[in-house]
């Protein structure tokens, strides 16, 4: 049982450049997320899923596109990278939106981004 | 909306001697409240949430919060602080009820140093 795994762990981009950040959960989850973490601001959220074909924005959403085609995927897209999107990304995931107490999100190991 | 102060970017303490780590909330509608320990180089792991049970939460590794409405307070403690406690901890809120309960405000972290 892998939980959340995310590629690549590390990349440099050229302003300007795309790239797709992967992020797959083989815990059958419904709800996946997406965070950037910078320093002194903790983590912000930038898009979210609440199951396949099901995405919404978070607080820090422009410069990103996200879709979710299977349970299981859900990447992160920069269409043309910038400075300001140099971060840590995180995924999570979990398994609803629902008040259990088994209700909790599973990080992956985050992706290092920098934008030149 | 709902937001989460964390007091203190570093704190630091002597092997052996009391963790608090502290965290206020602000929510309109009943909250979730979670802690997140985050190793480096690593992702986030939960260390223990509040959901409306008990007030006092136990949680992983002997840390527990405690649960304040009158004070809208979840301070994190830990009465013997480890080696190995040395991280970087996160408070996290999202809505009890109602909603994406899952999309969680994160505060900007407390960085605990462990001294020998």
């Known amino acids: 049982n892998a939980g959340v795994t995310q590629t690549p762990k590390f990349q440099v981009l050229k302003t300007g450049q795309s790239m797709t950040l992967q992020c797959a959960q083989d815990?059958?989850?419904?709800?996946m997320s997406w965070y950037r973490q910078d320093p002194g601001m903790g983590l912000r959220l930038i898009h979210y899923?609440?199951?396949?074909?099901?995405?919404d924005q978070g607080e820090v959403p422009n410069g990103y596109n996200v879709s979710r085609s299977t349970t299981e995927d859900f990447p992160l897209r920069l269409l043309s990278a910038a400075p300001s999107q140099t971060s840590v990304y995180f995924c999570a995931s979990s398994t609803g939106t629902g008040g259990s107490v088994k209700n909790i999100q599973y990080f992956g190991a985050g992706t290092r981004l920098s934008v030149l | 909306a709902q937001s989460v102060t964390q007091l203190g970017s570093h704190v630091s303490v002597s092997e052996g001697a009391l963790v608090l780590l502290r965290c206020n909330y602000s929510?309109?509608?009943?909250?979730?409240l979670f802690w997140y320990v985050q190793y480096p180089n690593q992702g986030l792991q939960l260390l223990l949430k509040y959901t409306s049970a008990a007030t006092l939460v136990k949680g992983i590794n002997d840390f527990e919060a405690e649960f304040k409405k009158s004070e809208t307070s979840f301070h994190l403690t830990k009465p013997s602080a480890h080696m190995s406690d040395a991280a970087e901890y996160f408070c996290?809120?999202?809505?009890?009820?109602?909603?994406?309960?899952?999309?969680?405000?994160f505060g900007t972290g407390t960085l605990l140093a462990v001294q020998p």
């Open positions: 815990m059958n989850h419904e709800y």
């Open positions: 899923s609440v199951g396949a074909g099901i995405t």
């Open positions: 996290a809120v999202s809505r009890g009820y109602g909603g994406a309960t899952n999309k969680l405000i």
């Open positions: 929510s309109s509608v009943p909250p979730y």
